[in-house]
């Protein structure tokens, strides 16, 4: 079993910056990949970007809408994953959420666990 707990979101301008955390407790050896979506109302959710393998600086994968502006990392023990946001624009405002994979490959979509999501607000 594994569960994950978001946190590092809030409120920022646009241009400005923020790194969401994401922590991972349980059985993190059986995470073949840790995942970020965003979710605004009324929409469905949309993959961000992942990162691939158990610990230290897996593979990344991201979106076109935050290539060069997002990137994913993670500590060395494999426990936390971060998604650090620079020049942030208003249409980056959504809930955002951290999923792991168990099995498979990372891709961008059938993530198994999902956390409880953190808010992030961008004005313009």
């Known amino acids: 079993q594994v569960t994950l707990v978001e946190s590092g979101g809030g409120s920022v301008q646009a241009g400005g910056s923020l790194r969401l955390s994401c922590a991972a407790s349980?059985?993190?050896?059986?995470?073949?990949?840790m995942g970020w979506f965003r979710q605004t109302p009324g929409k469905e959710r949309v993959w961000v970007g992942a990162?691939?393998?158990?610990?230290?600086?897996?593979?990344?994968y991201y979106a076109d809408s935050v290539k060069g502006r997002f990137t994913i990392s993670r500590d060395n023990v494999g426990n936390t994953v971060y998604l650090q946001m620079n020049s942030l624009k208003p249409e980056d405002t959504a809930m955002y959420y951290c999923?792991?994979?168990?099995?498979?490959?990372?891709?961008?979509?059938?993530?198994?666990?999902w956390g409880q999501g953190t808010q992030v607000t961008v004005s313009s």
């Open positions: 349980g059985r993190i050896q059986s995470i073949n990949c």
């Open positions: 999923a792991a994979r168990v099995g498979g490959y990372c891709s961008q979509s059938d993530y198994n666990i």
């Open positions: 990162i691939g393998g158990v610990t230290g600086a897996g593979p990344t």
